[in-house]
Structure formats: C-alpha cells, structure tokens
C-alpha cells in the first residue's frame, strides 16, 4: 500500500488516500471508489530527488504521494521503457554532477570569451548605418550629464581641429557621418571616444597635451579605426549577448537590463577590447603609411598620454601657473620617465587593462617609421 493524497479531477477536495498495485497492473485504492486503472494508462511523472511523484489517471483524477521507493518499485514492474529512472539516476550519479557544472562552466567561458566577439562582429557588420545611428542616441547626453562640460578650447582651435578632422575624412569612404566635438574632460582627464552614431569626442585635456595638431589627427584616424570596424556597435552588442547568457544561466533579468543601458559607462570605465584597439591601431597605420602621415605622431600622442598619469606630471600642473603648463608638463615628464608609483601603477592599470601594452602600440608605430 502507497499512502498519498487523492484528488478526482472535478473539485479542488482532497482526500487522503492508499494505493495499491496488483500482479496485474491494475491500480486502485482501497477506500475510495473508483475502477481499476491498467499501469499503462498511468501516467506517473518522473523522480527528481525526493520531490512528490504524481501519478495522473485518465479520469482527471490525480494521487500525489512521496514514497518514491514503492513508486519506482511499480514503475521497474511493469514498465518497458529505457529511460526510467534516468532523471534520478543521473541526479544522483555525483561525477554526472561534477562534469555538467564543469561543462557549464567551460562552455560559459567560451561563450563570452570567443562566441559573442565573433557573433557581435559578424552581426555589427551586417547592421545598415541606421543601426549604428539609432543605437547610438542619446549616448553623448548621458556622458554629458554624468562627466563632460562644455569645452574651454579656443574658436580658433576647434577650427583648426575641425578641419584637420574633414580632411582626414576626405580619404575614408562612408565617413560622411562622423562628427567631432569638444569637451572639457572632468574626472575622465586625457581621452578621446567613438561613439556607435559617428561621434567622436575629444577632451580639453588630451588635446592641450601636445602643440602638434597632426599628434591629435593620429588619434583622430585611431578613432575613425573604431568606427570603420563598428566596434562600439560590436561592443554594444556583446553586451548584450552578455546579458542574455546571463538571464539564461541565473534567470535574473534586472541583471540584463542593467547591461544594456549602460553603453556609455562601459565606453568610459572599460573601453574596447584588445583585440579592437588593436584594429584600431592597424587601420590607423595603414592610412598613415598610404597618406605619408609619420607614424611618430601616434606614438608621440601615446607616450604622452601616458605620462599625464605620472605624480610628477600632476605636481608639475598644480604648481605651474602658466597658460600652456600642461604641454610644458607634459615633455618633462615624457623626457624624465619617471618610475612608477603605486597609486599611477594602478591608474595605468585601471587604464589600460583592455588595451594592448602601451609600449607595444609605441613601438610599433616607432619601428615603421624608421
């Protein structure tokens, strides 16, 4: 005899019950009045640890009990199926346990590792502009309320800067989207960005960092690279194949949502990846290679920028009181070199711990310019 529970379909009554199953097949209860039911006419869900069993019969009628022992006793008799009791075999095999956690894990971290850049690339670069367009607004008001002020550059700079920018541009099919404007950097400092609607965004600060406005056209080709390779459109997307992987495995879809509206966050605290900044790079070195631009300037603008993060180019700006102290500041501490301390270690770490080695990007570009 199984103790359970008894339910005949018609009312929301329960009344407790006991089954019993014969030679036969034929189940029925002992004090309840109901015909016989054959075993194959059962349907009886599957054991899942020690979770109730249900045993559903064609009448409606349903019998919900926790012997799962007397259960599977009923089910190993008379039934003919191959998977019987493999949910609960497999559950309770612990190296079946082992390996699916470890595969999870595995195909997790191959997922975002490998299979969201390469679906993100192949996606971004299917996408009609108006994609870039639409996923893009709204992103620089976000950074302008959270970072940016209004620039303090000269008129006669930004036009300078301007159309240094259109005739960079005279060479790129497709750019005729691309806009640059000026802000005054805040807490972001030195740093410039690629926006997915063509905007690119250059600070006070990494401009006043040099006098050689072809240093700052080297970075404007490096951000023409990130767009050209729509890789704040694939950043984009990555994060949301992130997020979509992540409600899959956790269900949390607040989490997902978090992700998503956080582009601009992510342009400014995490930045591309190393593979795209590297990208970056290639298209900016090519263009200079086939429009005799000197490599120098791009590795001039990098050792700059990372020398504003030294103590002695901080100290230097607060106690000079000249207009054009940071471009004064700036070529002591690129000529000095200083060495390192904890607190730049970690801002150059934090800086650049998506980007390829500074150095490397440097001598690449000093190499080719030999």
Known sequence: MIKGI???????????ALLYCKHNGLIGFTDIEVA?????SVEISSRI?????????????????????????????????????????????????LFTVISVIVFGWLFIQYGIPFVSKEIAERLPEEASQYM????????????????KLSKKKQTELQQLFDDLKINIDGSHYYKLVFRSGGSIGANAFALPDGTIVF????????????????????????????????????????????????????????????????????????????????????????????????????????ASFSDQYQSCIKESKQ????????????KNKPIKDKKQSKELLDYFSTHPGSNDRIDRFRVDSR
């Not at 016989?36 to 194959?40: G, I, K, L, S, V």
């Not at 207009?323 to 002591?332: G, V, W, Y």
């Open 323 to 334: 207009q054009n102290a940071q471009i004064q500041c700036i070529n002591l501490a690129v």
């Open 136 to 151: 893009g607004q709204g992103v620089l008001d976000i950074m302008d309320k959270q970072w940016f002020s209004e620039t």
């Open 203 to 306: 600070t006070d600060e990494l401009i006043n960092l040099t006098d050689d406005n072809m240093d700052i056209a080297a970075i404007m080709l490096h951000e023409i690279g990130h767009l050209k390779n729509h890789h704040s459109l694939r950043a984009t997307i990555q994060q949301s194949g992130l997020a979509i992987f992540i409600v899959a495995v956790t269900g949390d879809v607040s989490t997902s949502s978090s992700i998503i509206t956080a582009i601009p966050f992510m342009l400014v605290q995490s930045g591309f990846s190393q593979d795209m900044e590297t990208e970056a790079d290639s298209y900016t070195l090519n263009y200079m290679q086939k429009y005799n631009i000197d490599p120098n300037h791009f590795a001039n603008m990098m050792e700059k920028l990372v």
């Open 6 to 16: 008894y339910y005949n379909g018609k009312t929301s009554k329960k009344k407790d």
């Open 36 to 40: 016989e039911t054959p075993f194959h």
């Open 49 to 97: 640890g020690n979770t109730p069993r249900y045993l559903n019969f064609p009448d409606g009628a349903q019998f919900e009990t926790n012997d799962n022992d007397a259960i599977d006793e009923i089910v190993d008799t008379f039934s003919n199926s191959v998977f019987k009791g493999l949910i609960h075999n497999l559950e309770s095999a612990k190296s079946f346990v």
